[in-house]
């Protein structure tokens, strides 16, 4: 069974830096596409950010991009999300989720900001961001 299990999440200032993390259980975590995404109350679902553990390669939404680094410990089935200088506009659940044996395609539709729901079929529970200003 695949899980995913997500920690890290908190509630900090405007300008603070939170580091969340993505651990896989039940699949390989090799060659697949690991990514975050956040919902905030009432708004739709955004892709965030993604990695293809195949070679490492990071895919960013253009909102994110200079402010949040995914980055991935392979040993321990694990990636991170560093977020720096947070914003009020970041608070919202962050999801990881995995497009398994489908390359980096899931990865690099975050990126182009074309991704489907469809393109990943496992999802954590979500940790909390809440950002005041």
């Known amino acids: 069974q695949v899980q995913l299990l997500e920690s890290g999440g908190g509630s900090v200032q405007a300008g603070d830096s939170l580091r969340l993390s993505c651990t896989l259980s039940g699949y390989s975590y090799n060659r697949n596409c690991f990514a975050w995404f956040r919902q905030a109350p009432g708004k739709d679902r955004e892709g965030v950010a993604g990695i293809y553990t195949g070679t490492s390669r990071t895919y960013y939404a253009a909102f994110v991009k200079g402010r949040f680094a995914i980055s991935q410990e392979y040993r321990k089935n694990t990636m991170y999300m560093q977020m720096t200088n947070l914003k009020p506009e970041d608070t919202a659940m962050y999801y990881c989720?995995?497009?398994?044996?489908?390359?980096?395609?899931?990865?690099?539709?975050?990126?182009?900001?074309?991704?489907?729901?469809?393109?990943?079929?496992?999802w954590g529970q979500g940790t909390q961001v809440t950002v005041s200003s």
């Open positions: 989720a995995a497009a398994l044996d489908s390359g980096p395609k899931g990865c690099a539709a975050i990126e182009r900001g074309t991704w489907s729901r469809g393109d990943f079929g496992a």
